[in-house]
């Protein structure tokens, strides 16, 4: 029997919508699962998971890039893609951070930011990779200007350095 191009349509809908369900329960187990008695605030597995020092953080990275591989297969634009690999890559460098950045992990929720993002993106294709696009322009444009600095704050040191010998 053959199918039709609106059944095809309608099993992929569906299949979107059990990984976008999916996703949405793996978000809330790693950044809201857990609540704090008393403060009314939730926590996640990832969190807990960042405190283990050395592979804390690299564990709940992969467990975060998980959410954007099944993005990417979902046919979400690469530079949402992006957006959500930059939230994966500041709640994984910060959190590194002994303490403070544990504490960061609890906050920032980047699997929860994703697939928020995802949603929209799926809701909103065309809004939501015109924003994403300036995001990642504005990244683009603050990591090279923090380069610059690096640099010139290096060449500086070095100066100092060289300074100091001769």
Do not use: C
């Amino acid at each position: 029997m053959a199918r039709t191009a609106q059944h095809i349509h309608l099993d992929r809908r569906a299949e979107t919508q059990v990984v976008e369900e999916r996703l949405r329960r793996l978000a809330w187990l790693l950044d809201n699962s857990i609540p704090i008695p008393g403060i009314g605030y939730r926590i996640g597995l990832d969190g807990l998971i960042g405190l283990i020092p050395g592979v804390g953080d690299t564990v709940g990275a992969v467990l975060s890039t998980y959410i954007l591989a099944q993005a990417s297969a979902l046919g979400v634009p690469k530079v949402t893609i992006l957006r959500m690999a930059y939230n994966v890559a500041v709640e994984s460098i910060v959190g590194m951070v002994p303490i403070l950045g544990d504490l960061f992990d609890f906050a920032w929720k980047a699997n929860q930011r994703n697939v928020e993002l995802l949603e929209k993106n799926l809701k909103e294709p065309t809004a939501t990779a015109h924003s994403d696009r300036w995001f990642v322009i504005g990244v683009s444009v603050a990591l090279l200007a923090f380069i610059a600095f690096l640099v010139w704050l290096g060449l500086m040191v070095l100066g100092w350095f060289l300074g100091l010998i001769f």
